[in-house]
């Protein structure tokens, strides 16, 4: 276990200035490996780590200070090296996404994935580095299913779809009408859409603007002067224009919603200035938020995602604990052990189906054991002589030494 | 099979659908699934026997017409918890039926002999009727509790986890509509039979009018209700609102008139 380790260089030890110019490969450090050593680096625009199996730690940080172009010294004060269990418990916690920015996010798990497709290209992992990463997996999958943490929306967008669903459901037959085609209504819109959203209309006082934004989206761009109709018309409103007074006034709405015969609509006001009279939210069927609401939402779910990161932490010391496990049986003694365990079960398991006693049963026993201590006696000899991870490994998957050997094709 | 193993069942898988709000796993909805069919299969066999041992169906008092709708009910919320997007709302009915159960099981026995007068055609056309349209009310009652509490949260933004998997507000209000469309028209039809089976064995007016004030009063409240909702468009929360009034009105007219009133019908042996 004390031989991985692995260096970090996040946001939370060194500013972007930093950060972008620690970007290394696994390439990078080709010179330094040999058969019996394994690396991986992770690279993403909040974090840049490596880990490696084997290794000279020094040589590791001087190869990585220098394609960052600071000292030894330097990279010490915005980084972390985290060694042995400590390592492990790492990199389950980046791939769960408990030590991103937004707790809990989703998008590490698919960087940590494409980093470890690099690598494999680039051939740098074996045994060990590949059954961490496919543990690390299979641990942001427990995390994600077993605790609530990426259940509640943490971004004003992602909130604005979760509210629509929730009033409309399916929302692949409901209508969206944007107000604007500033970038958080094109956020909003886009999020809308990827989730199913049915169609599309783009409303905006330079219609220039509107067929550009309705051409990215895959939506319809519509005169302002249509704005009353198309509120009629539409379920979900995201307006986000640059006026300095509100554009939907209660009157409007009143009317609007007259005409809507009381269909429910959902208003998302991400404008400032706000872009809805707040008084809107008075009509009936009408669900008004603007961007304070839904902040306050995203804060909420911020805190409920900090309270959920517990049960996280302890299903991430439950997977390193198992790794461990796995770690300790990786020693040639302790394989050597359960290869003569398994061959005594096997005897017994004969003896007993032969259906023989006294002297016949230990005559049988006695030859059969003598055979198969032959037979082992040239894998523990091979063994004694190379005792390397990668024939620990091959030797405990091929006599099915671990009940769970699978696992790491399981990911 | 008896009352108090139908009811336990139910409270078996009222408390699967309660797991299932907090903790979110498959196999604890489908736990709950299992024993709501199992419940509701018991509660079968149980009033299947009842009839049996008289021959008539069970619903010959108050407590037997109250168990008739908690059975109708029922079988409506069974078909909701094997569709994924309405499977908690057994998590509200089942307390609600199990607490029903609880309270009427001791006066389920058979009301001694069935007078002649009942045997009419006009008389199990009307319990019918008016037991059907109850269930359906019940159902919208327990939807329009489960559309507030989920309306209040998504207005203020407050959605807790254990509401994350209530059905979205249109999916409540579609089942309100339909609910409260079809309780209204066999309450409707209830009525009418109730007035021909009346007529027909000569009670006096009389003798109904404090049943038949109370069925017109909660009539009224529910034909408001539906009036708004179709053609005032009060769909959602008004229509709940009005529902939970209506439901409310119906079991309290229900039972002060059974109670404290036996002879409300002039019979003393009616629903």
Redesign the interface.
């Known amino acids: 276990m004390n031989r991985i380790g692995c260096i970090t260089i996040s946001y939370k030890t060194a500013p972007v200035e930093i950060r972008e110019k620690a970007m290394v490969s696994p390439g990078d450090f080709q010179d330094l490996m040999s058969r019996e050593t394994e690396l991986f680096a992770l690279n993403t625009c909040n974090r840049t780590e490596v880990y490696w199996v084997g290794m000279d730690e020094g040589a590791v940080l001087a190869r990585l200070a220098e394609r960052s172009g600071m000292s030894v010294e330097e990279l010490g004060k915005v980084s972390r090296v985290h060694r042995g269990r400590d390592a492990l418990n790492h990199l389950f916690q980046v791939a769960s996404g408990l030590d991103s920015l937004v707790i809990g996010e989703a998008q590490i798990l698919g960087q940590v994935k494409e980093a470890y497709r690099t690598a494999l290209g680039d051939k740098t992992t074996s045994t060990f580095l590949d059954k961490a990463l496919h543990r690390s997996f299979r641990t942001a999958k427990r995390v994600r299913t077993e605790t609530?943490i990426g259940?509640y929306p943490v971004s004003v967008a992602s909130?604005a779809v979760e509210?629509a669903?929730?009033?409309?459901?399916d929302i692949a037959r409901s209508k969206v009408l944007v107000v604007g085609a500033g970038d958080m209504a094109n956020i909003a819109a886009a999020r809308l859409k990827d989730r199913g959203a049915g169609s599309l209309v783009i409303v905006n006082r330079t219609h220039s603007a509107a067929c550009t934004l309705a051409g990215e989206l895959g939506g319809v761009p519509r005169p302002f002067e249509a704005l009353r109709e198309e509120l009629v018309s539409c379920d979900i409103v995201v307006a986000s224009t640059g006026s300095p007074v509100p554009i939907i006034a209660k009157s409007l709405m009143d009317e609007v919603m007259k005409a809507r015969?009381?269909?429910?609509l959902i208003i998302i006001d991400i404008a400032v200035p706000r872009d809805v009279d707040p008084a809107v939210s008075k009509c009936?069927?009408c669900?008004l938020?603007d961007i304070d609401?839904?902040k306050?939402?995203v804060d909420?779910h911020l805190t409920?995602r900090q309270g959920q990161a517990e049960k996280a932490h302890a299903i991430i010391a439950q997977e390193v604990d198992l790794f461990e496990k796995w770690v300790h049986s990786l020693n040639a003694q302790a394989t050597i052990r359960d290869l003569f365990s398994l061959l005594d079960s096997y005897v017994q398991d004969e003896v007993k189906q032969g259906g023989l006693d006294g002297d016949e049963a230990a005559r049988l026993e006695q030859g059969m054991r003598t055979s198969l201590r032959r037979l082992i006696h040239r894998v523990v000899s091979f063994l004694k002589e190379h005792p390397s991870l990668a024939n620990i490994e091959h030797t405990r998957r091929i006599f099915q030494l671990d009940g769970n050997y699978q696992d790491r094709h399981k990911g | 099979m008896t009352i108090h193993a139908v009811l336990l069942l139910y409270l078996l898988s009222g408390t699967g659908f309660i797991a299932y709000l907090f903790w979110r796993r498959p196999a604890v909805i489908g736990a709950g699934r299992v024993l709501f069919a199992l419940s509701v299969a018991a509660h079968l066999v149980f009033i299947a026997s009842m009839a049996a041992d008289t021959g008539r169906l069970p619903v010959l008092s108050p407590a037997q017409g109250a168990n008739m709708t908690v059975f109708l009910a029922s079988l409506m919320f069974v078909f909701f918890a094997f569709r994924p997007s309405t499977a908690v709302l057994g998590a509200f009915f089942l307390p609600v039926a199990g607490f029903v159960l609880g309270l009427i099981a001791p006066s389920l026995a058979q009301p001694g002999a069935t007078p002649p007068i009942l045997l009419r055609i006009w008389y199990p056309l009307h319990t019918l009727s008016v037991i059907g349209g109850e269930a359906l009310f019940a159902v919208a009652f327990v939807v329009s509790g489960v559309y507030l509490i989920h309306d209040s949260g998504i207005r203020k933004g407050a959605i807790h986890s254990a509401a994350m998997s209530l059905p979205p507000l249109r999916v409540l209000d579609r089942i309100l509509a339909v609910t409260l469309s079809l309780g209204f028209v066999a309450i409707t039809a209830g009525m009418i039979f109730g007035a021909l089976w009346a007529s027909s064995m000569g009670v006096s007016f009389s003798h109904l009018a404090a049943k038949a004030a109370a069925g017109a009063l909660t009539w009224l409240v529910f034909a408001f209700s539906i009036h708004q909702r179709f053609a005032i468009r009060w769909e959602g929360r008004r229509t709940a609102l009005i529902t939970i009034i209506g439901f409310t009105l119906m079991v309290l007219l229900f039972i002060v008139l059974n109670l404290a009133y036996p002879n409300a019908h002039g019979l003393g042996l009616m629903t």
Do not use: K, V
């Not at chain 1, 669903?165 to 459901?169: A, E, K, M, T």
């Open positions: 609530d259940r909130e509210l669903c929730r009033i409309f459901g015969r009381n269909r429910p009936y069927n669900y938020y609401a839904l306050s939402i909420r409920d």
